[in-house]
T-cell receptor, first 114, second 113 residues
């Protein structure tokens, strides 16, 4: 049973546009929500993360929006660049009981066209 | 500062064989987690090692086993390989008591024929 559902599976955005990826979860014990970026042939790299006590976190062109009541969170990539073309994974974990065992979404392949 | 390193990069095995994958954590990290990433899927948690003991385990059969050494490096062993074990195996490490920030290695691509 997939505990974190991610959509869309893929998206194409023009350079300078906004990429939006959505994730939903069921386990209310989750208290840490990271996003990872993965390039072909590489391991996932932590991009940005949020905890449920805030509704939004911004780092450069990347923003996480978090809706605790709806059990949803999303990644916005502003001013998308060709170098942002990668697969993005949302994840969630319960730091208290699961020692950081990450539950990943299925991934979103983002292609940024010039 | 070297990040998480894994070896080998690629591996080809046949069904029924056994394989050992290796991971060296990032400097200062003492916790190692292993994940399996099938093609086109998100990583799936296999298990986590801390203080040389398995602390958490995901839904993987006993054919998957591991070990952590006193220098915090770790091995993943898979016995009786199945075609379905073909995947990218990722190792992630984290600092003591800070299991939120996990750093991943480049992975080992295992192909079972």
């Amino acid at each position: 049973q997939q505990q974190v559902k991610q959509s869309p599976q893929s998206l194409i955005v023009q350079k300078g546009g906004i990429s939006i990826i959505n994730c939903a979860y069921e386990n209310t014990a989750f208290d840490y929500f990271p996003w990872y970026q993965q390039f072909p042939g590489k391991g996932p790299a932590l991009l940005i993360a949020i905890r449920p006590d805030v509704s939004e976190k911004k780092e450069g062109r990347f923003t996480i929006s978090f809706n605790k009541s709806a059990k949803q969170f999303s990644l916005h990539i502003m001013d998308s660049q060709p170098g942002d073309s990668a697969t993005y994974f949302c994840a969630a974990t319960d730091l208290t009981d699961s020692w950081g065992k990450l539950q990943f979404g299925a991934g979103t392949q983002v292609v940024v066209t010039p | 500062d070297a990040g998480v390193t894994q070896s080998p990069t690629h591996l080809i095995k046949t069904r029924g064989q056994q394989v050992t994958l290796r991971c060296s954590p990032k400097s200062g990290h003492d916790t190692v987690s292993w994940y399996q990433q099938a093609l086109g899927q998100g990583p799936q948690f296999i298990f986590q090692y801390y203080e040389e003991e398995e602390r958490q385990r995901g839904n993987f059969p006993d054919r998957f086993s591991g070990h952590q050494f006193p220098n915090y490096s770790s091995e993943l062993n898979v016995n009786a390989l199945l075609l379905g074990d073909s995947a990218l195996y990722l190792c992630a490490s984290s600092r003591p008591r800070w299991t939120d920030t996990q750093y991943f290695g480049p992975g080992t691509r295992l192909t079972v024929l």
